[in-house]
């Protein structure tokens, strides 16, 4: 492993148990320092991602890779019969459930999004967001996502995306390597999940890439936008 490379992983179990035990670790920090980091921008991007899950009103919709849930509570802002939030770090997940307080028509369950304990076709839409960096294996996780969509349901992922812009690209790379990183220590504890970030984004595919991925997975209608100078990719995609 090169010097402060924390991308890295050996194996696809090594690389799941370091994210897990990464996201255990930051839990209780996590929304506050996304509310920091985007200036309060991952709100407005939640927002448009769940607009685009096209969710019927009494339908019922996975977040998978949840977290404490803010896309899972976008969600129920649309009526849903249901919004499960599922994750394999329990203390994201537990998080999510204090939140969810009073609210009958949203769970939260353990799960990994590579396994996923769910009937095929038993969801109107799946969305995930911020999780595509962090998962083993994209195919997989891609193909679960599809396989417990009805068809005509929706598929959609908020990721951040590589920059390819040189001028912007150096100014978000000062600003991901250098201030997140410290803001992410001072705010959590935790400078080396804040310096995996960025990292992992460097490494990450490209929009065009993931878009490409979604259609091999044989989702349908795949579009994708980006936001804020291209740091940040929502996809959508319908199940055939
Ligand atoms: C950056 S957080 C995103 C959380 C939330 N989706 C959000 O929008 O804020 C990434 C999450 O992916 C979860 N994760 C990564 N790989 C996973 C997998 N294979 N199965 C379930 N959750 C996974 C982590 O535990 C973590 O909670």
């Not at 976008?74 to 849903?80: I, T, V």
């Not at 939260?108 to 595509?132: E, H, I, K, Q, Y």
């Not at 065009?208 to 989702?219: D, P, S, V």
Request: hydrophobic share 45%; net charge positive; glycine share 10%.
């Amino acid at each position: 492993m090169k010097k402060n490379d924390l991308v890295t992983f050996q194996s696809g179990f090594e690389k799941a148990r370091a994210v897990q035990a990464m996201f255990d670790g930051i839990a209780q920090r996590y929304d506050l320092m996304n509310r920091v980091m985007t200036g309060g921008q991952d709100v407005r991007w939640r927002r448009i991602a769940i607009e685009h899950a096209q969710l019927p009103a009494g339908g019922k919709l996975l977040d998978i890779a949840c977290g404490t849930g803010d896309l899972a509570f976008e969600a129920l802002k649309r009526s849903p019969g249901l919004v499960v939030g599922g994750d394999f770090s329990y203390e994201m997940i537990k998080l999510g459930a204090a939140k969810a307080n009073g609210h009958d028509n949203i769970i939260f369950l353990s799960a990994d999004g590579l396994n996923l304990p769910f009937r095929d076709g038993g969801f109107d839409a799946v969305t995930t967001g911020f999780s595509m960096r962090n998962v083993a294996d994209i195919d997989q996780f891609l193909r679960e996502m599809v396989r417990v969509v009805a068809p005509g349901g929706r598929v959609v992922i908020l990721e951040l995306t590589p920059l390819k812009t040189p001028v912007i690209s150096s100014l978000f790379r000062f600003y991901f390597h250098r201030i997140v990183p410290l803001a992410g220590w001072l705010l959590t504890g935790d400078r080396k999940a804040y310096t995996y970030l960025p990292q992992s984004v460097d490494v990450f595919i490209t929009a065009q890439e993931l878009k490409e991925k979604m259609q091999r997975t044989g989702l349908i209608d795949v579009g994708y936008r980006t936001f804020s100078f291209g740091t940040v990719a929502l996809h959508w995609g319908t199940v055939a």
